[in-house]
């Protein structure tokens, strides 16, 4: 296996970045060297980004940490995200929150909060930026992609 960034042919580590390559495949194969110069690798937290559709990447731990900040804000950001929307949109994304909740034990405002811290790090913005943009939009559909 040969690091797919650097071209080095027999590294001693190889970590599966969640990069998208030219040649169609979702993931893109690193020496340690190049892992850790990545933007797919955080740092910080040692941690490999998780990747997504559209390709953007983001440390699970670092939508951990900023939802941790922002737990205290969770609840009114909650009401005011699901009060922006039309009810059946916000019936819509209710019901996906119950899922989630389920799921991760966590309350349905802070499902929304998670949503918002992970596409918070993904596109480099503030919880409270990606929030403006659902509201404005009346529409979840901007964190739910
Ligand atoms: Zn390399
Ligand atoms: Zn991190």
């Not at 937290?45 to 205290?72: K, Q």
């Amino acid at each position: 296996m040969k690091c797919e960034i650097c071209g080095d042919k027999n590294p001693s580590f190889i970590a599966l970045l969640p990069i998208v390559q030219k040649n169609g495949s979702l993931c893109t194969m690193a020496c340690r060297e190049c892992m850790s110069q990545s933007h797919a690798y955080c740092k910080k937290h040692d941690m490999i980004h998780m990747g997504f559709v559209d390709g953007t990447t983001a440390c699970p731990s670092c939508i951990a940490d900023l939802r941790n900040e922002n737990i205290t804000i969770a609840s009114s950001l909650g009401t005011e995200i699901l009060s922006s929307m039309e009810v059946s949109d916000a019936e819509d994304l209710s019901d996906l929150i119950v899922d989630a909740s389920e799921f991760t034990g966590w309350s349905a405002h802070v499902v929304i909060l998670n949503y918002l811290a992970t596409k918070a790090m993904r596109t480099g913005q503030s919880v409270r930026e990606v929030a403006n943009r659902v509201i404005e939009h009346r529409s979840a559909n901007y964190i739910l992609q």
